[in-house]
């Protein structure tokens, strides 16, 4: 069992990190889910710089080695998981509704009874009152209500644009592709891969930290698709008319395309690179988020398996037109973003509903108007001592709940 766990402790990491932004439910949920970005970091780093360091090693071990390493960060993970306390939204669907408030509390740091904490635990009851009222009997003709197909479509193209956007052709092809631009050598071009690795995982830390919740999803995504197509083609004019003559030396054009590709690869590490990752975990219902987020995952293995598979003929066939055309999808991508994305900064995961028009704004406020009003109500009767606090979240029907109401009122 424990080998079966050290083999597989990257989906125990996966899953944790999915976890958290479960837990974190809104404000923080981009830069938790971003992390799995991150991921890229061993195929992009790690390995092209394993095998211009290490190539010339006997030690079989060496890559074992550097493959376990990785474990560290997982152990701090778990470490860090144990001090955790349960979802708040998962506490409400079991009925536990006065942890899930202590649980709010302690992860926005303030009081039970504060304001904004009991504000966001209706929001957070009315919209479970609203999924339980309405996924009694759900299937998966609920994707196709308009609200919710919108985001399926948009969670499909978002990936799409995401590996048509260049990224894994360079990434999987790194090493051809700088010999194409004219770094031929084999430990020169590797070693340009290993840096082009780093620079996309420190890109993509900085703007975790210092970007993500304060630029934006949908400024990052437009910012980045014009300035990864404006590299794309540049990067292509440079190698049309300054091709590599001589493999012995590697020109200043050829050291100006490899900067191309680096500052490329900072704009999809601020934007594309965990951006859409980010997104699909925001803007699903929690009922639906799974089928979402396995659409979203689906959709970008399938397309990355055409982009890997077409790369190699295109670079034979077409050159440097291949950077034109990884330019003229970027360009797509900025359109795609301009026209069909929203912003979802700063919103809440109970928001997404109102925000893709599957729950009128006004329901909504009604709802968290009524679920406050009950929680005063029942407060007074236990100052009263008159009766015993009925839970609010229930799988009744909207005329129960307002019978109920009424009886409440009755009995007051």
């Given at each position: 069992?424990?080998?079966?766990?050290?083999?597989?402790?990257?989906?125990?990491?996966?899953?944790?990190?999915?976890?958290?932004?479960?837990?974190?439910?809104?404000?923080?949920?981009?830069?938790?889910?971003?992390?799995?970005?991150?991921?890229?970091?061993?195929?992009?780093?790690?390995?092209?710089?394993?095998?211009?360091?290490?190539?010339?090693?006997?030690?079989?071990?060496?890559?074992?080695?550097?493959?376990?390493?990785?474990?560290?960060?997982?152990?701090?993970?778990?470490?860090?998981?144990?001090?955790?306390?349960?979802?708040?939204?998962?506490?409400?669907?079991?009925?536990?509704?006065?942890?899930?408030?202590?649980?709010?509390?302690?992860?926005?740091?303030?009081?039970?009874?504060?304001?904004?904490?009991?504000?966001?635990?209706?929001?957070?009851?009315?919209?479970?009152?609203?999924?339980?009222?309405?996924?009694?009997?759900?299937?998966?003709?609920?994707?196709?209500?308009?609200?919710?197909?919108?985001?399926?479509?948009?969670?499909?193209?978002?990936?799409?644009?995401?590996?048509?956007?260049?990224?894994?052709?360079?990434?999987?092809?790194?090493?051809?592709?700088?010999?194409?631009?004219?770094?031929?050598?084999?430990?020169?071009?590797?070693?340009?891969?290993?840096?082009?690795?780093?620079?996309?995982?420190?890109?993509?830390?900085?703007?975790?930290?210092?970007?993500?919740?304060?630029?934006?999803?949908?400024?990052?995504?437009?910012?980045?698709?014009?300035?990864?197509?404006?590299?794309?083609?540049?990067?292509?004019?440079?190698?049309?008319?300054?091709?590599?003559?001589?493999?012995?030396?590697?020109?200043?054009?050829?050291?100006?395309?490899?900067?191309?590709?680096?500052?490329?690869?900072?704009?999809?590490?601020?934007?594309?690179?965990?951006?859409?990752?980010?997104?699909?975990?925001?803007?699903?219902?929690?009922?639906?988020?799974?089928?979402?987020?396995?659409?979203?995952?689906?959709?970008?293995?399938?397309?990355n398996f055409a982009i890997t598979y077409m790369t190699p003929s295109a670079i034979n066939h077409?050159?440097?037109?291949?950077?034109?055309?990884?330019?003229?999808?970027?360009?797509?991508?900025?359109?795609?973003?301009?026209?069909?994305?929203?912003?979802?900064?700063?919103?809440?995961?109970?928001?997404?509903?109102?925000?893709?028009?599957?729950?009128?704004?006004?329901?909504?406020?009604?709802?968290?108007?009524?679920?406050?009003?009950?929680?005063?109500?029942?407060?007074?009767?236990?100052?009263?001592?008159?009766?015993?606090?009925?839970?609010?979240?229930?799988?009744?029907?909207?005329?129960?709940?307002?019978?109920?109401?009424?009886?409440?009122?009755?009995?007051?």
């Amino acid at each position: 069992m424990a080998i079966g766990f050290f083999k597989n402790y990257r989906v125990y990491i996966l899953t944790s990190v999915a976890y958290m932004g479960s837990l974190l439910f809104g404000y923080d949920t981009g830069v938790m889910s971003s992390v799995l970005s991150l991921a890229s970091f061993k195929k992009d780093f790690g390995l092209p710089m394993g095998s211009t360091g290490f190539a010339s090693k006997t030690n079989a071990h060496i890559s074992q080695n550097v493959v376990g390493i990785q474990l560290i960060p997982g152990g701090m993970l778990f470490i860090g998981l144990l001090f955790l306390k349960e979802s708040p939204r998962w506490l409400v669907k079991q009925g536990r509704y006065e942890e899930a408030t202590a649980s709010l509390a302690y992860m926005r740091r303030d009081d039970i009874n504060d304001p904004e904490v009991l504000k966001e635990m209706a929001d957070i009851r009315a919209s479970i009152e609203e999924e339980l009222a309405l996924t009694e009997g759900v299937t998966w003709k609920e994707c196709l209500v308009p609200g919710n197909r919108n985001r399926f479509l948009i969670a499909f193209t978002m990936f799409l644009c995401q590996q048509f956007s260049g990224t894994n052709s360079i990434g999987y092809y790194a090493p051809q592709i700088f010999q194409t631009i004219g770094v031929s050598k084999t430990n020169a071009s590797l070693f340009a891969t290993g840096v082009y690795g780093t620079v996309k995982v420190c890109a993509t830390g900085l703007f975790l930290i210092v970007g993500i919740d304060k630029i934006g999803r949908r400024n990052s995504l437009l910012a980045g698709a014009l300035w990864m197509m404006a590299m794309m083609f540049i990067l292509g004019a440079v190698l049309n008319t300054h091709p590599p003559t001589n493999v012995n030396v590697v020109s200043p054009a050829s050291i100006a395309m490899v900067v191309m590709i680096y500052l490329y690869v900072i704009g999809y590490s601020a934007s594309w690179g965990p951006i859409p990752w980010v997104y699909v975990s925001e803007i699903f219902p929690t009922r639906l988020r799974s089928y979402g987020v396995g659409l979203a995952a689906a959709t970008q293995w399938l397309f990355n398996f055409a982009i890997t598979y077409m790369t190699p003929s295109a670079i034979n066939h077409i050159g440097w037109r291949i950077f034109l055309m990884f330019g003229i999808f970027c360009l797509a991508n900025f359109a795609f973003v301009y026209f069909f994305v929203k912003e979802t900064k700063n919103r809440t995961l109970e928001d997404m509903d109102v925000l893709f028009g599957t729950v009128d704004a006004e329901v909504r406020a009604a709802d968290i108007e009524r679920v406050l009003q009950k929680g005063i109500m029942n407060d007074d009767q236990e100052m009263a001592g008159v009766g015993t606090k009925v839970p609010v979240t229930e799988t009744r029907t909207v005329e129960d709940r307002d019978a109920a109401a009424i009886d409440e009122k009755t009995v007051s």
